[in-house]
């Protein structure tokens, strides 16, 4: 990470004896910055199964201000299902805001944060304990600057709870595929027992390199985040035989889902009560995007922000195009800034 200063920690959860494994990233060069230009912290959380690594491809091509980047125009996206009038992006004030940090973290059972947490992992899993957990990392990591979520899948729903939670977390949010899609499926849905049928060891690093290296799904994603998935995600036991294993344990990530059957409703329950901006990027190919009825409640919701579809790449869009997923961050960064400083385009004005 050329651009970063990468400090890891270990911070209390919001739970009582449990952890919570943290990257920071920090820019080694001060960004370019505009007059009266707005400090951000940008939160990321990872999706079911997998840790906070995965975001680093992405980091190294978003820019870290306002200033250091034109406007964008991705060429894989198009805006899809907008809502309402869309932010005109003006020098003015789309370039008054600059990345002071930015904080990646794993869920209490996933990454590195499920090893620390070995001994209290037998516990009932829900989306609300990933929700406070981001609370308590605002809490203890974030003063002074405005913080904006980043959410894949898991990752997009937890931010919005949070900010259902305490609604005045964040200042916008950008829920990435969020899977808001298990609301319409059975606990004991095919995705809730195809994650415990997931492969769970391997004897060695070079035959782990190899099985990932030539899986049909983990084939289509960008060669960086495959490397960083077998490098952060699996870890070696201490087992005789010292084999590998995901760190990520497949009972884990099947009860993830199964309890998004009830965490997702709730969300859908309570979208009208969301109190910022969010926008939500999809993947064309995405086996959530035919869902027409959560995209229509989304963009009902969606504030001022678009929903934007990206081609050629599906529910895996963070793995699969790190790069173009770079710039739709950079353009959402420019139209979340702009909402908050020109009061024609203010959200509360116009609620």
Request: charged share 20%.
């Amino acid at each position: 990470m050329d651009r970063f200063r990468v400090e890891t920690l270990v911070i209390p959860s919001a739970r009582a004896g449990q952890v919570l494994s943290v990257k920071t990233y920090t820019p080694i060069d001060p960004p370019h910055k505009a007059a009266n230009s707005e400090p951000l912290t940008l939160v990321l959380a990872h999706a079911n199964g997998f840790h906070k690594e995965l975001w680093e491809p992405v980091l190294q091509g978003i820019a870290l201000s306002g200033k250091d980047s034109p406007l964008c125009q991705a060429t894989r996206a198009v805006n899809d299902f907008s809502s309402g009038p869309q932010p005109i992006i003006t020098p003015g004030h789309s370039t008054a805001w600059h990345i002071c940090r930015v904080i990646a973290y794993d869920c209490w059972n996933h990454g590195q944060s499920a090893i620390l947490n070995q001994d209290q992992l037998d516990i009932p899993v829900t989306w609300h304990k990933n929700a406070h957990d981001i609370l308590a990392i605002v809490r203890q990591l974030v003063t002074d600057t405005t913080v904006i979520g980043i959410g894949h899948s898991l990752g997009a729903c937890s931010l919005m709870l949070a900010q259902l939670f305490r609604p005045t977390t964040f200042k916008a949010l950008l829920i990435i595929e969020p899977a808001l899609v298990l609301s319409d499926k059975e606990p004991a849905s095919d995705v809730v027992k195809g994650a415990l049928k997931r492969k769970n060891h391997w004897n060695d690093w070079e035959t782990a390199q190899m099985y990932f290296d030539n899986h049909w799904l983990f084939k289509q994603w960008d060669p960086r985040t495959r490397q960083l998935h077998i490098d952060h995600g699996l870890y070696q036991t201490n087992s005789p035989s010292k084999h590998l294993q995901l760190k990520c344990a497949p009972q884990h990530e099947s009860q993830t889902f199964a309890t998004g059957y009830y965490d997702a409703k709730w969300i859908i329950d309570h979208f009208g009560e969301m109190s910022c901006p969010l926008e939500m990027l999809l993947g064309r190919a995405s086996y959530l995007y035919p869902m027409p009825e959560v995209i229509h409640i989304v963009a009902s919701f969606s504030r001022q922000l678009p929903t934007r579809v990206i081609e050629d790449t599906g529910h895996l869009v963070l793995m699969e195009s790190p790069d173009t997923t770079a710039v739709e961050i950079t353009r959402f960064l420019h139209r979340a800034t702009a909402l908050g400083q020109n009061p024609s385009l203010d959200l509360k004005s116009q609620l």
